[in-house]
C-alpha cells in the first residue's frame, strides 16, 4: 500500500500527522525487519489503528497496571513492575519481561526508560520485531486476518473493528 492511498483515508482531518508519522515509522521498520510487503504492512497500519486509535499516536494504557503486579509470566518480580511496565506503544508492550526483551532488540534501555516505548521510532520497531518473531508476516501474507488479530491481541477483541480497517486498506491499495 502506498502511502498516498492510506493517507487518502487521513488527510485534512485532526489525525494527519499522527497517521503520516505512524506510516513512515512502520514502514521503515518492517523494511528493517526483512519482512516488508504490502500486506504485511496494511496488517500492520490495520493493528496500530484498532489499538490506539485514529490518531495514530503510541500510547498508554488508561489502567494504572496494578493489575500485572506479581505477573511472573510477565517477568514482574518486582514491587512496582506493574505499573512501571504496563501496556506503551503501538501493540501495548507489557511486563519487565518484554520490556527487556525489545528493549535489547531494538537497543534501547527499556528496563530504566519504559516511557521510551512511547516514541514513534521505538514504538514501530517494537511491532515490527513482534510481527518478525511472532511469524505475523506470514499470516498476512497469507491474508489470515484472525489468526494476525489473535497473535498480537490474544484473542478476537475488537475483531471487526480489525477486519473492516483492513478490508478497507486492501481495497484502497488494489
Avoid: H
Avoid at 145 to 174: H, M, P
Wanted: net charge positive; glycine share 10%; hydrophobic share 35%.
Amino acid at each position: 500500500m502506498l502511502k498516498s492511498q492510506f493517507m487518502s483515508f487521513y488527510k485534512g482531518t485532526p489525525y494527519e500527522t499522527g497517521a503520516s508519522e505512524c506510516y513512515d515509522a512502520v514502514e521503515k521498520a518492517l523494511f528493517e525487519q526483512g519482512i516488508l510487503s504490502r500486506l504485511t504492512l496494511i496488517g500492520a497500519l490495520a493493528t496500530v489503528r484498532v489499538e490506539v486509535g485514529k490518531a495514530y499516536k503510541p500510547i498508554e494504557e488508561y489502567a494504572t497496571g496494578d493489575a500485572y503486579e506479581g505477573r511472573v509470566d510477565l517477568g514482574n518480580t518486582v514491587t512496582g513492575d506493574g505499573r512501571r511496565y504496563k501496556g506503551r506503544g503501538y501493540i501495548q508492550l507489557t511486563g519487565r519481561s518484554n520490556y527487556q526483551i525489545y528493549g535489547t532488540k531494538i537497543n534501547v534501555d527499556l528496563i530504566n526508560n519504559p516511557t521510551k516505548a512511547l516514541e514513534v521510532a521505538n514504538s514501530a520497531k517494537v511491532l515490527a520485531i513482534y510481527f518478525k518473531d511472532k511469524n505475523i508476516n506470514t499470516y498476512c501474507n497469507n491474508q489470515d486476518w484472525a489468526t494476525v488479530r489473535k497473535l498480537v491481541n490474544g484473542g478476537l477483541n475488537r475483531w471487526s473493528e480489525f477486519k473492516i480497517v483492513v478490508d478497507q486498506f486492501i481495497k484502497v491499495s488494489k
